[in-house]
């Protein structure tokens, strides 16, 4: 599998606070980050999969709600976070 719990808590310990850390924002913006990126590449190949494609969709929407929410509360972590994953050129 793409995700197992030693790729989980390895997101969590560079992104989080803990590697068991994991209602932080940031720690939860890169574990969504990481799915995006699994799933854009599944695309790719598999340009019919519709289910897969809403999935994706809706993980982008609970990615941005979360980066607005970090946005709001706190300009510097959100800006920390947006330049360490590279998700704004």
């Given at each position: 599998?793409?995700l ?54 809706m ?31």
């Amino acid at each position: 599998m793409y995700l197992d719990s030693e790729k989980k808590k390895e997101i969590f310990g560079q992104y989080g606070k803990s590697n068991t850390d994991t209602g932080s924002p940031e720690a939860q913006i890169a574990l969504f980050s990481y799915r995006i990126n699994h799933l854009t590449e599944h695309l790719k190949s598999n340009k019919k999969d519709y289910s897969t494609e809403r999935a994706l969709v809706m993980l982008v929407g609970k990615r941005r709600r979360l980066l607005d929410y970090l946005k709001a509360k706190d300009i510097m972590r959100y800006r920390a976070i947006i330049k360490e994953l590279g998700i704004r050129k």
